[in-house]
């Protein structure tokens, strides 16, 4: 019999959702992951020519405040 | 010597601390929609639905879904033409799990999990993929050529 702790039904929930950051192979997606502790639900090749690689994770990818910091003035997208 | 051994140790509580789980979503015996069910690059058959990576906390569980990506062909982006527009909850439903931890402690795997999944199809509603994040983590560091990008697509969206 599997118990089910209502803390997991809440963390499913958000994430049924999926962040998607694009790389340059699929080592930085695992990088990614490991750095970030994220969940890595797969990675695609999207044939752009550059960020070749859709690395997509469960939930909400975001980084850290203090890295938001360092990327905060490339709000040019 | 001891100098040495504390060395060691830090780097073997590094290592731990970014090792992460692997985690297999498999069909399970006598599983419908096996025909067509192949590795794209060799063409063997296989019984494997999705990898999955986790480095936190988190482990899979029973009743976990393997996600579904779909591209739409309405909805493609002509600069990622490869890519998923959409996805949803997935009609592959894990129902129970194998844990195997390696024998050697330092590995890139602190565990690898299978879970084997029943096919109990849903009507879940399709969702549009999120916008891509591009930071100097895509470039795995590399500041020049994250740099270089983001100012030719800066040059591009003026032009």
């Not at chain 1, 502790?37 to 975001?62: P, Q, T, Y």
Request: with cysteine; proline share 6%; aromatic share 12%.
């Amino acid at each position: 019999m599997v118990q089910v702790d209502p803390k997991d039904l809440e963390d499913k929930n958000t994430e049924e959702n999926v962040t998607r950051h694009s790389a340059t192979s699929p080592d930085k997606c695992e990088e990614m992951e490991q750095k970030y502790g994220w969940k890595l639900n797969r990675w695609e090749e999207n044939d752009s020519s550059i960020l070749e690689v859709d690395c997509v994770f469960d939930g909400e990818a975001e980084f850290p405040k203090s890295r938001m910091d360092y990327t905060g003035d490339d709000d040019d997208e | 010597m001891e100098r040495q051994n504390f060395q060691s140790l830090e780097w073997i509580t590094q290592e731990m601390m970014t090792m992460s789980k692997y985690i297999i979503f498999r069909a399970d015996k006598g599983q419908p929609h096996w025909k067509g069910r192949k590795l794209a690059h060799t063409g063997a058959g296989t019984y494997i639905l999705a990898e999955h990576f986790y480095s936190n906390n988190k482990n899979p569980k029973v009743g976990d879904r393997v996600t579904e990506f779909v591209q739409l062909e309405e909805y493609v982006d002509p600069e990622f033409p490869g890519a998923s527009t959409h996805y949803k909850k997935g009609d592959w439903e894990v129902t129970h799990i194998e844990e195997y931890t390696p024998e050697v402690p330092i590995s890139k795997y602190e565990t690898v999990y299978i879970c084997y999944c029943k096919y109990l199809p849903i009507d879940a509603p399709l969702k549009p993929m999120p916008p891509r994040q591009i930071s100097l983590d895509s470039f795995g560091g590399d500041e020049k050529a994250y740099k270089e990008y983001m100012d030719a697509r800066s040059s591009a969206s003026v032009r």
